[in-house]
């Protein structure tokens, strides 16, 4: 086969830094120095901000304070708005985790490590804008407000299941609070995303849209397709790329994350990138205000990638004991996104360790309320929502084949 | 025996009735919807300044504006996922998928997503899209410019496929389509655009002007999805066919001197099953025509229905005559493409009790 006096040819296939047993080894990730990364205008072209697409825009320093030319000024009342509604998120998941490890319902998905990002985009958008979310936002929801009562009552598939039963857990949909029906098919929502702001500016409207996406599914033609949509008619939208380095048991680098930034893939369609510390509230907030100002002026999009660490499994059906280092999460160099900003409104003299436990413990206590009265309803198995509702909304009005199949169930 | 009087439209027509054909049809109805709808928006490959590949959206864009009607780049999937947005938001687009060969890349989001989203939101999310589509052989197309995949799309629960068979339904039905709250698949059979077809391909394709089917009202009007249409009254055996196969069927029945009943479905989902168990039980005999191939094709649903609800009014087996279970050829397009012959010998059988 191969001709002689030729090199013989390998296949690489790429492997993270380490695996269950060896020590965690961000090495060969590269981070700027909190501040360092100048802020350009938002007028700027893509062309003029290529190296944002490397760089890493950080503003809370390993002291917690502040610092440089992205630092949003927030003052207190947002920042510890934005904590609490991080630790309500945490808590959440805490106990929706358990919740599933007692039976409650048949799966779940934690953000922990990710809260920062849906808590400040959140907060930044308006609730007329429309978000285009995956299964890790939930914080957006928490930091708009949602009940979360109406969220369990989702994970648990009960008689009041604001969407009837028919979606697994997690997959919310709030239309009044700017949250689009999340799809299990990955990717799916981006290109959805550009085609909802392409709306708005076609009836001259000033709402936008934001859509995220994880590294793992930047694979998906669908993210390429948004892309090209968004850049060709200057779709007001934000388009997220949340880099938590693993995609179930595939490391980012099976995503093209070792070859280039995920931020760096909108250059080359024109569209203008920036890349952030995920971990810090306060590069978050900027990163997306600089975005949003874009949008709503009529400047595009934006492409954001988000660097941060999934510290949770992929889900209640994984176990990533089995493909990463243990305790890889503790180590990851941009620390806790919650613990950053605590430490930040520590230092700026308007938060104390007193004020975060008892933030944490009323948290707790807002869960447990919710939790009680949603399990009064029911978890998954003991209430549900009428079988009726199974044959409802398949279409806008019901044709004769489901009406005659619902008869054959007796509903 | 043809008559375009015998499904009423659920609206009556106005402006004046003037002579055309397939295309013209489509693109009144489109310029029609657009002018009374600031909602209504049209976009596709080629579909905006040149007016379409085949022209459906001619003028458009001059008449109503560069961002009414426009072009989109080379991406089924990002043009009907930027369609499903634009739903959500609240608008009406209508998306030129230009061939339904092509249509594929677009499936799952079609599929997973438009078909889905009003079901999955609880009803607080809907996808009031349409998807057009020139469908069909007959015009030495090759493989991947003649395929029929109107079954992939009848199994998905929450879209709706549509397929008229000429100008004046193709009008009616796509604006029943841009109407519609849900998503609609329009398949444009392109045989059909400038003339109907009888299926003898040596014979020269008649124009549509000395048809009754192609006095179109200039207004608006709307036919019902969701209604059959009886082409042709008979007797003996029912045929069902949609597209360009109601009129190879009527070719076939005269040519098989078989007094059968000819019945353009119109829409595939939701179908209309009242006008079909009603003929077949008065015939006896049902025979389904369809382009596709034969192994699921949506043939393979009718004939379960029927067998279904007809069974003791059957005098024969049910018989399908449709395209081979191979990819769609070219120098082979005459032996692929199921003609008059084939309808009349499959009638013929029918009538002498089965093969």
Redesign the interface.
């Known amino acids: 086969m191969k001709k002689p006096n030729t090199p013989q040819l390998s296949l690489r296939v790429p492997e993270p830094s380490g695996r269950p047993g060896d020590a965690p080894d961000f090495s060969h990730l590269r981070f700027d120095a909190a501040g360092a990364v100048d802020r350009p205008d938002v007028a700027s072209t893509p062309y003029e901000m290529r190296d944002h697409a490397f760089q890493l825009v950080r503003v809370l320093d390993d002291d917690g304070k502040a610092v440089g030319p992205w630092n949003p000024n927030l003052d207190p009342e947002t920042l510890r708005q934005g904590l609490k509604a991080m630790i309500l998120t945490r808590a959440f998941d805490d106990r929706m985790h358990r919740a599933h490890r007692q039976g409650k319902t048949s799966f779940y998905m934690k953000c922990t490590g990710e809260e920062a990002i849906a808590v400040a985009q959140g907060m930044i958008l308006r609730r007329e804008d ?1 978000g ?1 979310p995956t299964y890790r936002q939930q914080g957006l929801l928490i930091s708009r407000g949602y009940p979360l009562v109406e969220m369990m009552n989702q994970i648990y598939s009960n008689a009041s299941d ?3 039963g ?2 697994l857990p997690i ?1 919310y ?3 009044e609070y700017g949250f ?2 999340i ?1 299990g ?1 990955l990717g ?1 929502q ?11 500016a ?2 001259g409207d000033d709402k936008i ?1 934001i859509s995220w996406i994880g590294d793992g599914a930047t694979a998906e ?2 993210f390429h ?2 892309l ?2 968004a850049a ?1 008619y200057r779709a007001p939208v934000i388009l997220n790329v949340v880099n938590n380095q693993w995609a179930i048991s595939s490391f980012m680098g099976i995503a093209g994350g070792l070859e280039t930034t995920f931020a760096s893939k909108a250059i080359g369609y024109g569209l203008p990138a920036l890349r952030v510390d995920g971990n810090d509230f306060l590069a978050v907030w900027a990163a997306t205000k600089w975005a949003e100002e874009r949008a709503r002026t009529n400047q595009g999009a934006t492409v954001i990638e988000l660097f941060t660490y999934r510290g949770a499994p992929h889900s209640t059906s994984d176990d990533p004991s089995r493909y990463r280092p243990g305790d890889e999460h503790e180590k990851w160099p941009l620390g806790d996104p919650v613990d950053r900003l605590k430490q930040h409104l520590i230092a700026l003299g308007e938060w104390s360790e007193a004020q975060q436990e008892e933030a944490e413990k009323d948290a707790v206590e807002q869960v447990r309320a919710a939790g009680k009265e949603s399990e009064a309803i029911g978890t998954l198995g003991q209430s549900r929502p009428s079988v009726k509702t199974m044959f409802e ?4 009005t019901e ?3 489901l009406v005659e199949q619902r008869r054959e169930v007796g509903v | 025996m043809v008559t375009a009087s015998n499904a009423p439209a659920s609206t009556p027509a106005s402006g004046d009735v003037v002579p055309m054909n397939m295309i013209q049809a489509l693109n009144s109805a489109l310029d029609v919807k657009m002018a009374e709808d600031g909602n209504v ?1 049209s976009f596709g490959e080629d579909a905006g300044y040149f007016g379409g590949v085949f022209r459906v959206t001619d003028q458009l864009q001059q008449k109503h504006g560069l ?1 009414r009607s426009f072009d989109a ?1 080379i ?1 089924e ?2 043009i009907v ?6 739903g ?4 009406r ?1 209508v998306v030129e998928i230009q061939f339904a060969d092509y249509i594929y ?1 677009a499936y ?2 079609i599929v ?2 438009a078909a ?11 996808s009031p899209i349409t998807v057009r589509s020139p469908y069909g052989g007959g015009i030495f197309g090759g493989q991947t410019h003649s395929q029929s995949p109107e079954s992939l799309f009848t199994h998905i ?2 879209l ?1 496929v549509v397929v008229p068979s000429n100008p004046y339904d193709a009008k009616g039905l796509l604006t029943a389509c841009i109407e ?3 998503p609609t698949i329009f398949f444009e059979p392109k045989r059909l655009y400038n003339g109907p077809f009888d299926g003898w391909h040596e014979k020269p394709v008649s124009p549509w002007k000395t048809q009754e089917f192609a006095q179109v009202p200039t207004g608006k009007y709307v036919e019902p999805i ?1 209604k059959a249409r009886v082409m042709r009254e008979g007797n003996d055996v029912t045929i069902l066919a949609w597209g360009t196969m109601v009129w190879v069927s009527l070719a076939g029945a005269e040519h098989a001197g078989v007094d059968a009943e000819v019945i353009d479905l119109r829409t595939l ?3 209309d ?1 009242e006008t079909i168990e009603a003929s077949v039980k008065k015939t006896g005999r049902c025979v389904i025509v369809h382009e596709a191939p034969k192994t699921s094709g949506y043939g393979a649903e009718l004939s379960a229905l029927v067998q279904e609800r007809c069974f003791y009014h059957l005098e024969a087996p049910i018989a399908r005559v449709c395209g081979w279970d191979t990819p769609y050829p070219h120098a082979f397009e005459w032996e692929y493409f199921p003609g008059p012959q084939r309808v009349a010998d499959a009638l013929k059988a029918t009538m002498s009790g089965g093969r």
Do not use: H
């Open positions: 429309m285009f604001p969407i009837k028919r979606q997959m949909s709030s239309k689009f029906t799809s098919n799916t981006v290109p959805q995303a550009v085609g909802w702001a392409m709306a708005s076609y009836k849209a033609g669908d397709n948004a090209t949509f060709v909304e398949v279409f806008a044709d004769w084949r | 928006l961002t780049p991406s999937c990002g996922a930027a369609a499903i947005g634009m959500a938001y609240g608008l687009p890349p799952d989001q997973s997503e889905k989203l009003r079901y999955r939101s609880g009803g607080q999310f809907t629960a929450g709706k519609d709250d849900d969701g989902v939701p179908l099953i």
